[in-house]
């Protein structure tokens, strides 16, 4: 646990603000990662079958009585967003471990900017790759399935926010970290796309971050805080994030 208290004496402030969070390391659910790597793994697989050897894959729809073309299409949007899902798990369990324990000052949330890069790089290699089977995945529906206006639909929603996601972390590659600073205007928790797990959004200044827990509860507590975070200009990506005792004279 750890405690972070304000010590001010001035008359504006009746109330030190106490704040109790909980810092223990977020481990690998693996009970989720489980739920989600079987049906990843069959769906993955039934999904190249169905492209690299068509006539057996073909062969088993048939006997079910199922189309073919729409099956396939199915279990390439289920084995993309399961993978997806795996793959956030793990680099989600990865960056609570990299997170220091030990804040100093008035951080609430800290990571070395090496280790921050490294998410930027793990970040755009994980999106590349979703980039190019959903590149695919539409321009075989394109193909075998125009009619379908509704899996186009799907599979283009989605498309659009992983290339998002890549093109906006390949520009931070080439970029060095910026400063942005204010107070909370809002400040929400929201499931990312119904099934990728609990976020912490954070707006300031027309920006739109994602915060650990710790953060958020700190923040939620003392809304009215002025606070400083330095992070990466096109993704968002949150290096640190440090509490101020009053606005810069200057701002």
């Not at 290699?125 to 959903?134: A, D, K, R, T, V």
């Amino acid at each position: 646990m750890f405690k972070f208290e304000d010590e001010s004496n001035t008359e504006q402030q009746s109330v030190q603000v106490t704040k109790m969070v909980d810092l223990s390391e977020q481990p690998l659910d693996k009970r989720s990662l489980l739920k989600w790597g079987i049906p990843g793994i069959i769906l993955t697989g039934f999904t190249i079958l169905g492209f690299l050897a068509e006539n057996i894959a073909r062969d088993l729809i048939d006997r079910v009585g199922l189309e073919f073309n729409l099956v396939v299409m199915l279990a390439a949007v289920g084995a993309a967003i399961a993978d997806t899902k795996i793959i956030s798990l793990v680099f989600a369990a990865r960056s609570s471990a990299e997170q220091s324990l030990e804040l100093s000052g008035n951080f609430i949330e800290f990571r070395d900017e090496s280790e921050s890069r490294k998410l930027v790089w793990r970040k755009f290699m994980m999106f590349l790759p979703l980039s190019f089977i959903c590149i695919a995945l539409i321009s075989w529906l394109l193909a075998q399935l125009p009619q379908t206006v509704i899996g186009l639909i799907i599979v283009g929603v989605f498309s659009i926010a992983i290339v998002i996601e890549l093109v906006s972390a390949a520009r931070d590659i080439r970029s060095s970290p910026i400063v942005t600073q204010g107070r909370a205007s809002r400040l929400w928790q929201k499931s990312r796309m119904m099934i990728f797990g609990q976020v912490n959004y954070l707006l300031i200044d027309r920006r739109l971050f994602e915060v650990n827990l710790r953060a958020y509860q700190f923040l939620n507590a003392n809304p009215d805080r002025p606070i400083r975070i330095r992070h990466w200009p096109h993704s968002n990506l949150v290096i640190s994030i440090e509490y101020l005792e009053a606005f810069p004279e200057n701002n």
